[in-house]
């Protein structure tokens, strides 16, 4: 159960979260300036749309699951410090 | 980011941002076109019958009937963000009153490029009358093919395409043969 719910959950660490934010902004821009000079060059908005429309959805399965490589870099914790030793 | 379901939310976040964008980049493209091809346009005959009023049963108004013939080729006007043309006949003239009219007698929907090139020879589509009962007293009327290009996103523009060189003057009401 635990692990199911990780899995929808899809965390992953500050390393990766950068990474994804990357991976969006120059997908979703450099794709949307892409798609409109190729549809304006065929001289179509559906090669425009069709275009922009896979681009997302590669994005989409490229940064939305929680793939290993967005977990390379866990956090290391300080030791827990045991309390009541000295009393 | 933290989670699958923040990274779709950012996905689309940024993604209706870029949509937009690019609509309005394809607006703005239009512009980029100015084609603006010219056409012919000549009337045959025009008659002035007199009728009935199909609301006013009691009231009897003159109905002017024009043959006209058009050859224009608009298809240089679709480009990638043209959805259809809407061509029309106008007839210009001012009433015995003076106020001025722009009555359209006949259009047509072009959807498709190949649907472009006009060589049309017809009568006037919807019926044409004055405000006033009769056609006396007004001034002769010119006569324009104007077309209106809807884009998919943009702006709707107006502009024409044929006009008769000279005014056409209304002819007498005559009785029905």
Same mark, same amino acid.
């Given at each position: 159960?635990?692990?199911?719910?990780?899995?929808?959950?899809?965390?992953?660490?500050?390393?990766?979260?950068?990474?994804?934010?990357?991976?969006?902004?120059?997908?979703?821009?450099?794709?949307?300036?892409?798609?409109?000079?190729?549809?304006?060059?065929?001289?179509?908005?559906?090669?425009?749309?069709?275009?922009?429309?896979?681009?997302?959805?590669?994005?989409? @399965?490229?940064?939305?699951?929680?793939?290993?490589?967005?977990?390379?870099?866990?956090?290391?914790?300080?030791?827990?410090?045991?309390?009541?030793?000295? @009393? | 980011?933290?989670?699958?379901?923040?990274?779709?939310?950012?996905?689309?976040?940024?993604?209706?941002?870029?949509?937009?964008?690019?609509?309005?980049?394809?607006?703005?493209?239009?512009?980029? $076109?100015?084609?603006?091809?010219?056409?012919? &346009?000549?009337?045959?005959?025009?008659?002035?019958?007199?009728?009935?009023?199909?609301?006013?049963?009691?009231?009897?108004?003159?109905?002017? $009937?024009?043959?006209?013939?058009?050859?224009?080729? &608009?298809?240089? &006007?679709?480009?990638?963000?043209?959805?259809?043309?809407?061509?029309?006949?106008?007839?210009?003239?001012?009433?015995? /009153?003076?106020?001025?009219?722009?009555?359209?007698?006949? /259009?047509?929907?072009?959807?498709?490029?190949?649907?472009?090139? &006009?060589?049309?020879?017809?009568?006037?589509?919807?019926? $044409?009358?004055?405000?006033?009962?009769?056609?006396?007293?007004?001034?002769?009327?010119?006569?324009?093919?104007?077309?209106?290009?809807?884009?998919?996103?943009?702006?709707?523009?107006?502009?024409?395409?044929?006009?008769?060189?000279?005014?056409?003057?209304?002819?007498?009401?005559?009785?029905?043969?």
């Amino acid at each position: 159960m635990d692990y199911v719910q990780s899995l929808v959950e899809g965390k992953i660490d500050f390393e990766g979260q950068r990474l994804t934010g990357t991976f969006r902004d120059y997908t979703l821009i450099g794709s949307a300036i892409i798609s409109f000079l190729f549809g304006f060059l065929s001289q179509s908005l559906r090669t425009t749309f069709i275009l922009l429309g896979f681009s997302t959805i590669v994005l989409c @399965a490229v940064v939305v699951p929680p793939w290993s490589y967005y977990n390379r870099h866990p956090i290391k914790w300080l030791p827990v410090k045991v309390e009541g030793k000295k @009393a | 980011m933290y989670s699958a379901y923040q990274r779709i939310n950012n996905i689309f976040a940024l993604l209706s941002t870029c949509i937009f964008a690019l609509l309005g980049a394809i607006a703005l493209s239009s512009f980029v $076109f100015t084609a603006d091809p010219k056409g012919s &346009l000549s009337i045959g005959s025009l008659k002035v019958y007199p009728g009935r009023s199909p609301h006013f049963k009691q009231l009897r108004k003159e109905y002017a $009937f024009v043959n006209f013939e058009v050859h224009a080729d &608009l298809s240089p &006007l679709f480009h990638w963000n043209t959805k259809q043309l809407f061509v029309y006949l106008g007839a210009e003239y001012t009433s015995a /009153d003076g106020t001025r009219n722009d009555v359209v007698i006949w /259009d047509r929907i072009i959807r498709r490029k190949e649907d472009a090139n &006009l060589n049309v020879k017809g009568r006037n589509k919807y019926e $044409f009358r004055d405000v006033a009962v009769s056609f006396k007293n007004v001034t002769p009327a010119h006569y324009t093919l104007k077309y209106n290009t809807m884009p998919y996103v943009g702006v709707l523009t107006y502009s024409e395409a044929a006009r008769t060189d000279n005014a056409i003057p209304f002819p007498l009401a005559q009785e029905r043969v």
